[in-house]
């Protein structure tokens, strides 16, 4: 039964219609794949890791793979997802890759599904933008601009959704 609920959590999360994501941004294709919406917060020079939202469309008729995410900033960048454990608890395991099914639309948000990246090397405040490279297992790499928000940004993420 709480595998059950875990799977529900994880496919609640997954499932999140970019509707509720922020705001529109720009659009970056590679394939079928369309990723919008997306952000990050502010991070403090001792940040370690930071946490990247988006919403990722696959408007082809096969299935794709988010299967990594490059850049020269960061140590590496982590998949992960919240799950129920046999014990009840709340936990986030880290993934091996996301799958986006064709006609699907998922939206990594906070308390969801998630990009993490360790081990930053640079800060980021308010207005700026970063680049990364999603590499996608059908639709190859794709890189994508970050817009870096500030922490008081969080109710509008939250109000919308």
Known sequence: MRRLFGAAV???????SPLLAHHAGEA???????????WTHVNTPAAHANAVYLTVANHGTEAD????????FF???ELQAPV????????????????IAPGQSLTFQPGGVQIILVGLQESFFEGDHFHL????EQA???????????HGHS???EASS
Do not use: M, W
């Open 133 to 136: 490279s999603l590499v996608f």
């Open 10 to 16: 994880i496919a609640g999360a997954l499932a999140t």
């Open 155 to 157: 109710e509008d993420h």
């Open 65 to 72: 793979r988010l299967i990594a995410v490059e850049g020269d």
């Open 75 to 77: 140590e590496s960048a």
């Open 140 to 150: 190859g790499s794709l890189e994508v601009e970050v817009e870096v928000e500030g």
């Open 84 to 99: 129920v454990g046999e014990d009840g608890a709340l936990r986030t395991t880290s993934l091996s890759s996301v799958e």
């Open 28 to 38: 970056f294709q590679a394939g079928a794949v369309v990723v919008s919406h997306i």
